[in-house]
């Protein structure tokens, strides 16, 4: 697959490729969508809504170990085996270039220590795509593709 490129809910333009990254750009952002049992993991952003867990890189930092970082701060899920699905780039004000990974869960902190989130969510994808809550990160084009693509490849 090329490169999909579209507008998102704030009218900002998105570049988004599957595999190697061919936009020029290196991510600093993750994006975790991982589906297990059924279920999408997602967590409720204090400002923003339900949605992916995901952010910044830190210094020094790689993107797969800010994607383990973050999910760990926002759900309480420890994950494992990452696999690059995708990367896109958020042409706006503060141009930004995210990488979006899946995984496997490798253990659950029923009691985490939470930052800027109320924790895990596990929502099945009706419930998913029924949720009056979501995050504008939620919406559009380019989350259903990347939705659909780690649906296809879920094991």
Known sequence: MGIL??????????????????????ARHVLVVLKQSGKWLLTRHSIRGVEFPGGKAEPGE????????ETIEETGV?????????????????????AVFTAKVAQIDE????????????????????CEELSFHMKGTGMETIREWVERHES
Not at 6 to 23: C, I
Not at 62 to 69: K, L, M, N
Not at 79 to 98: G, M, N, R
């Open 5 to 26: 490129t579209f507008s998102d809910v704030n009218g900002g333009r998105v570049e988004l490729t599957f595999g190697d990254n061919h936009l020029g750009m290196e």
């Open 62 to 69: 790689s993107i797969e170990e800010a994607a383990i970082r």
């Open 78 to 98: 420890t994950i494992q085996d990452l696999v690059k699905v995708a990367e896109y780039i958020v042409q706006s004000d503060s141009t930004f270039c995210k």
């Open 111 to 130: 009691q985490p220590t939470l930052h800027e989130t109320e924790g895990a969510m596990w929502l099945t994808s009706d419930e998913l795509d029924q």
